[in-house]
């Protein structure tokens, strides 16, 4: 059974550039969370998809935007990079299921990105 | 908007000893989930232990086990027999309980307990 799965493990960018991370999902779920983990610091909520749109969304700028696929994995961009934006961006899937479900999030590995 | 806070940034124990970890928050729901996240070194995040805020029942996984004191709003982690694998950070996270189905709601986390095991 696949976990979830994130690429690129690390990448580097400069300011002003855009970048674009991928997040496959646990077999089986269908909704996908982005959280962004500045160093030293515990996860913040960037937002959710699932049914391809955007359900849920954190104290974060226009400037990042996601995207999900039907086979539900997804993407999260980042435009106009800033050196503030390095961090470690996790993807997180769950299954939307009926009420009374446990809604557990399981965690990707993580890309790490460096902005210079 | 919920908070949650770890007041302990750092902590150290020694193999096979109990060691306990401090988590308050600050929410005015009355359903929510609260968990114990682990990070390694590896970055991969892992589900330890969770804890459903309408049982009164403190949960238990193996060594970990809680104490959940909702009139306090605390959440503290207790793992028992430490082993020098427990080495990692540990988040302390909230989560509001969707009372019908659709998706879950957002994880908020405290800033975390570097937690070391020493041989």
């Known amino acids: 059974d696949a976990g979830v799965t994130q690429s690129p493990t690390h990448l580097i960018k400069t300011r002003g550039q855009q970048v674009t991370l991928r997040c496959s999902p646990k077999s089986g779920h269908d909704t996908v969370s982005w959280y962004q983990q500045a160093l030293g610091q515990g996860p913040q909520f960037i937002f959710q998809y699932y049914e391809e749109e955007e359900r849920q969304r954190g104290n974060f700028p226009d400037r990042f935007s996601g995207h999900q696929f039907p086979n539900y994995s997804s993407e999260l961009n980042v435009n106009a990079l800033l050196l503030g934006d390095s961090a470690l961006y996790l993807c997180?899937?769950?299954?939307?299921?009926?009420?009374?479900?446990?809604?557990?999030?399981?965690f990707g590995p993580g890309t790490r990105l460096t902005v210079t | 908007a919920q908070t949650v806070t770890q007041s302990q940034p750092e902590m150290s124990v020694q193999e096979a000893e109990t060691v306990t970890l401090s988590c308050t928050y600050d929410t005015s729901e009355n359903n929510y989930y609260l968990f114990w996240y682990k990070q390694p070194p590896s970055r991969q995040m892992i589900l330890v232990i969770r804890?459903?805020?309408?049982?009164?029942q403190n949960a238990t996984e193996n060594r970990f086990s809680v104490n959940f004191q909702k009139a306090a709003k605390s959440f503290s982690l207790k793992i028992s027999d430490s082993q020098l694998g427990d080495t990692a950070m540990y988040f302390c996270a909230f989560m509001k309980r969707r009372l019908g189905g659709g998706s879950n709601y957002k994880l908020t986390f405290g800033k975390g307990t570097l937690l070391t095991v020493n041989p």
């Open positions: 997180a899937s769950s299954w939307r299921l009926a009420a009374g479900s446990t809604y557990e999030q399981y």
């Open positions: 804890q459903e805020a309408y049982k009164q």
